[in-house]
Nanobody, 124 residues
Framework: QVQLVESGGGLVQTGGSLRLSCVTS????????MAWYRQAPGKQRDMVAT???????HYVHSVKGRFTISRDAAKNTLYLQMNSLMPEDTAVYYC??????????????????WGQGTQVTVSS
């Protein structure tokens, strides 16, 4: 199985910065795409940023120029650098990844996994 664990959330004032991390574990063979999503109270979970295995990056319009998604393959870690934070960025942020891992029998399996989420609160 593949597990994703986020960290780095917290309380910050408007204009501040945070860096979220997502560590992946498991016998991962390949990752197709990883992403950050967020869910504000009473709203649906929305995509914030994605990064492919070829390092192609996409952002939702509202965070372009403020957020940067990156990954460190050697550390099995996905990052989201968030600058110029605004109150409307307040949400639980989730890491998501899909790709392939090797199970205990040596077979390749598809994975589609979510982290547990980390709270980001931006005060005005």
């Amino acid at each position: 199985q593949v597990q994703l664990v986020e960290s780095g959330g917290g309380l910050v004032q408007t204009g501040g910065s945070l860096r979220l991390s997502c560590v992946t574990s498991g016998n991962i063979f390949a990752i197709d795409i990883m992403a950050w999503y967020r869910q504000a109270p009473g709203k649906q979970r929305d995509m914030v940023a994605t990064i492919t295995s070829n390092d192609e990056r996409h952002y939702v319009h509202s965070v372009k120029g403020r957020f940067t998604i990156s990954r460190d393959a050697a550390k099995n870690t996905l990052y989201l650098q968030m600058n110029s934070l605004m109150p409307e960025d307040t949400a639980v942020y989730y890491c998501h990844g899909d790709g392939y891992y090797r199970d205990s029998s040596g077979y390749f399996r598809k994975f589609d996994s979510w982290g547990q989420g980390t709270q980001v609160t931006v005060s005005s």
